[in-house]
C-alpha cells in the first residue's frame, strides 16, 4: 500500500509520493531497469515539411525545362534563330525551313565559312534572277559589329550572297565598300514606307525597318529613307547580291508578324535557298542593348555575366525561405491558461526583483516603482485617476494629511534617491503618507 501525496508547507511545492505502474503493464515491464522501450517516430509532423520539399523540387525540374527550351544557348539572343524569346529570330527561321530554305545556325565565323563550303557543293535550285553558275547560299550575319576587320575580310571572300542586318562603318568598310553610312542608328524598330521600285519592298509595304540610314552608289536600290538616305539598300558587287536592312527589329520574333516586317524580310532572303545564319558571339568590349538592339558601337561594358537560369534559382530559393519562415513562424492566438509546475510565493517574488535592483544600483528605477504602486492604491482613495495633474494629486493627498504640500510633492514626484539610505527613508515616507491618507 502506498503513502499519499504529500504537500511541501515551506516552498510550495507538490510531492507525487511514490508512484504506482499505470494499469495494463505487466509486472516484468515495470520491473525492467532500462525503463519502456521507445515510441515510434511520429511521422505525421513531417507530412508539411516534406510536402513543402517535393514541391520545391518539382518546380525546380520545371523551370530548368522550360528555361532549357525557351533561353538561349548562347551570349548572343538578339536575332538567334534558336532562341524563342522576344529579341530572337526562331520564327523568322521557322518559316524559312517551312518554304524550303535549308537554315545553317552557325555563331563563329569560322563554322559559317565551313556550312558555306558545304552548301556550294549540293545541289540546290537557284532562285529567280540568279543563273546557275552564281551563289547558291546566303549568309546572313546579325551583328556585324562584333565581328573584327579579319574576320569581316574571310567573311567577305565567301562565295554566297550577303544580307546584313544594321552593318557600321566597318563593316561596310570591308563588305560592301561602295556604301556610306548617313545616319547612326536612332529610331530603332521606326516604321517607314518602301518609297522605291524594288519590288520586294513594295510588295511588303510598311514594315519597322527604321535604325542606320545608308548613302548607296549610283546603281543600287534604296528603299525606306529616313534622314539622310535609305533603310534597306540592295545592290551587286563581284557577282553576288549584297543585301543591307538599317534595323533587326522586322526579324525578331515579336515584330516579324506586324506590319509588312515578314513580307519584306522573306522576299530580300529568297526561296529555296541555303540561308547560313551567323550570330556573332560578343567579347568583352560589346554587349547587346537592354532593348534586344544591336551592339552598340560605343559601349565599353562586357555581357551579363549572370544568365537568367540563375536568376530562376536565386528566385525559386528566396520562395523556399519564404515558404520555410511561414512554417517555422509563431502563430499568435488566444492565450492558454496553465497550471504552474511550482508555486512562488509573492514575497519570494519580491525579494528577487530587490536583490535584482540592489545588484544593477537601480535606485531610481526601485523608487519609480514604490512612488507608482503606492499612488495606484491613494488615488482612488482620495477620488482621482491615474490621469490626474501632479499639483492636483499633491493637494488632494495633503487635505487628508498632516504633512504640508512641498512635503508631499517631494515624497511623491521627488528626485531619485542616490544611497540606499535615502532608498530607504523614501520607502518609509511612503508607508506613512499612505497611512495618514487612509486613515482620514
Known amino acids: 500500500m502506498t503513502a499519499p501525496p504529500q504537500a511541501s508547507p515551506d516552498s510550495g511545492t507538490f510531492d507525487p509520493g511514490p508512484q504506482r505502474p499505470p494499469a495494463g503493464i505487466g509486472q516484468a515491464e515495470a520491473a525492467d531497469p532500462r525503463g519502456p522501450l521507445p515510441l515510434a517516430p511520429d511521422w505525421r509532423r513531417w507530412r508539411v515539411p516534406l510536402a513543402l520539399i517535393g514541391l520545391i523540387v518539382i518546380g525546380g525540374v520545371v523551370i530548368a525545362l522550360i528555361s532549357s527550351l525557351t533561353a538561349p544557348r548562347t551570349s548572343n539572343p538578339y536575332l538567334d534563330p534558336a532562341n524563342s524569346q522576344l529579341v530572337g529570330g526562331h520564327a523568322l527561321a521557322d518559316i524559312l525551313s517551312e518554304r524550303g530554305s535549308t537554315v545553317v545556325r552557325v555563331y563563329a565565323p569560322s563554322s559559317a565559312l565551313a556550312a558555306l563550303g558545304r552548301a556550294s557543293g549540293r545541289d ?19 551583328s556585324p559589329s562584333l565581328l573584327t576587320v579579319r574576320q569581316l575580310e574571310r ?24 556604301v556610306e553610312l548617313a545616319a547612326s542608328g536612332m529610331h530603332y524598330g521606326q516604321l517607314l514606307q518602301p518609297r522605291c ?27 525606306y529613307p529616313r534622314h ?67 551592339p552598340s558601337a560605343n559601349s565599353s561594358a562586357s555581357p551579363t555575366l549572370i544568365p537568367w537560369s540563375a536568376w530562376l534559382v536565386v528566385i ?36 528577487g526583483h530587490a536583490r535584482m535592483y540592489r545588484s544593477r ?18 488615488l482612488p482613495v482620495v477620488g482621482l485617476n491615474r490621469d490626474a495633474t501632479q499639483d492636483a494629486v499633491t493637494d488632494a493627498i495633503a487635505a487628508r494629511s ?30 506613512e503618507l499612505e497611512r495618514q491618507v487612509r486613515q482620514q
Not at 130 to 139: D, E, I, K
Not at 237 to 265: D, E, F
Not at 319 to 340: F, K, M, Q, T, Y
Request: aromatic share 2%; with cysteine; hydrophobic share 45%.
Open 316 to 351: 525559386e530559393l528566396g520562395v523556399a525561405v519564404v515558404l520555410a519562415a511561414l512554417w517555422r513562424s509563431r502563430r499568435l492566438g488566444p492565450l492558454i491558461a496553465e497550471r504552474l509546475p511550482v508555486v512562488v510565493r509573492a514575497s519570494e517574488t519580491v525579494e
Open 124 to 142: 540546290l535550285r537557284t532562285s529567280e534572277g540568279t543563273t546557275s553558275g552564281g551563289p547558291r547560299a546566303t549568309l546572313l550575319i546579325t
Open 155 to 178: 567573311l567577305g571572300r565567301a562565295r554566297a550572297d550577303l544580307f546584313l542586318v544594321g552593318p557600321g562603318r566597318n563593316a561596310l568598310a570591308v563588305l560592301a565598300p561602295d
Open 228 to 294: 539622310g538616305g535609305p533603310s534597306v539598300v540592295r545592290l551587286t558587287s563581284a557577282g553576288r547580291t549584297v543585301t543591307i536592312i538599317g534595323s533587326g527589329a522586322a526579324l525578331t520574333n515579336v515584330m516579324l508578324g506586324s506590319n509588312g516586317n515578314a513580307a519584306l524580310v522573306l522576299n530580300l532572303l529568297g526561296s529555296h535557298r541555303s540561308v547560313v545564319w551567323l550570330t556573332p558571339e560578343p567579347s568583352a568590349s560589346h554587349r547587346v542593348s537592354a532593348l534586344g538592339g544591336p
Open 361 to 378: 544600483r537601480a535606485r531610481g528605477t526601485a523608487a519609480a516603482a514604490l512612488r507608482d504602486a503606492m499612488l495606484s492604491r491613494v
Open 402 to 431: 498632516r504633512l504640508k504640500r512641498q512635503e508631499i510633492a517631494e515624497i511623491v514626484y521627488g528626485e531619485s534617491p542616490a544611497t540606499d539610505a535615502e532608498l530607504v527613508r523614501l520607502a518609509r515616507s511612503l508607508d
Open 197 to 223: 521600285d524594288l519590288a520586294a519592298a513594295r510588295l511588303a509595304g510598311s514594315a519597322n525597318v527604321g535604325g542606320f540610314a545608308y548613302r548607296p552608289p549610283t546603281g543600287a536600290l534604296g528603299c
